[in-house]
């Protein structure tokens, strides 16, 4: 069964910090993509950054640049948030899916998704 299961989120005011994680299992990670994405209510998901092994991070939102970075850990099937420097427009549920091709911005392009996490960031 395929899973990726995010953590992390929770409330920090503005110009802190959160890691966010998500971890994968029931797919050949190595073969996958990962992105992150956010949705802040009444809004759509908005792709954030994404990980290849070929192709190392792309950044799809202008506004986390500097700010959000991204990594994985193969060996934990793990890929990482770093959110810095939080504003409170980044409020939103952040979720992380998988896609068997390259990094899209797109989410229609991705396979598998996570159930979310809720971040919120207090002004």
């Known amino acids: 069964e395929v899973q990726l299961v995010e953590s992390g989120g929770g409330l920090v005011q503005a110009g802190g910090s959160l890691r966010l994680s998500c971890v994968a299992s029931?797919?050949?990670?190595?073969?996958?993509?990962i992105g992150w994405f956010r949705q802040a209510p009444g809004k759509e998901r908005e792709g954030v950054l994404c990980?290849?092994?070929?192709?190392?991070?792309?950044y799809y939102a202008d506004s986390v640049k500097g700010r959000f970075t991204i990594s994985s850990d193969n060996a934990k099937n793990t890929v990482y948030l770093q959110m810095n420097s939080l504003k409170p427009e980044d409020t939103a549920v952040y979720y992380c899916a998988a896609g068997s091709d390259r990094c899209y911005s797109d989410y229609d392009r991705y396979d598998y998704w996570g159930q979310g996490t809720q971040v919120t960031v207090s002004s």
């Open positions: 029931g797919f050949t990670f190595d073969d996958y993509v």
């Open positions: 990980i290849s092994s070929s192709d190392g991070s792309t």
